[in-house]
Nanobody, 116 residues
Framework: QVELVESGGGLVQPGGSLRLSCTSS????????MGWYRQAPGKQRELVAR??????NYADSVKGRFTISRDNAKNTVYLQMNSLKPEDTAVYSC???????????WGQGTQVTVAS
């Protein structure tokens, strides 16, 4: 059973930064897609940023503020979040799929709260 373990969430003031990490128990060097989603209270889960094949996708609301990166040697994907806003408050979850026809694997989620 593959595990995704997230870390790095917390409380930060508006304008601050956080870096989330998602470490996989399985190699991500040939992964099909891997990235971050978030769900705020009362809202649907939404894509934040992800790698798919050779491309990277970002939600419009985070473009220019968030950066997704990966370290294949550590089987880890990162989400650097800068210029955080209160509306970024959500549970951030890591998602991965090694094949287009595979079932997605989800991490347990990490809370990010942006408040003064």
């Amino acid at each position: 059973q593959v595990e995704l373990v997230e870390s790095g969430g917390g409380l930060v003031q508006p304008g601050g930064s956080l870096r989330l990490s998602c470490t996989s128990s399985r190699s991500i060097s040939v992964i099909f897609t891997m990235g971050w989603y978030r769900q705020a209270p009362g809202k649907q889960r939404e894509l934040v940023a992800r790698f798919t094949g050779g491309s990277t996708n970002y939600a419009d609301s985070v473009k220019g503020r968030f950066t997704i990166s990966r370290d294949n040697a550590k089987n880890t994907v990162y989400l650097q979040m800068n210029s955080l806003k209160p509306e970024d408050t959500a549970v951030y979850s890591c998602n991965a799929r090694w094949d287009p026809f595979d079932v997605s694997v989800w991490g347990q989620g990490t809370q990010v709260t942006v408040a003064s």
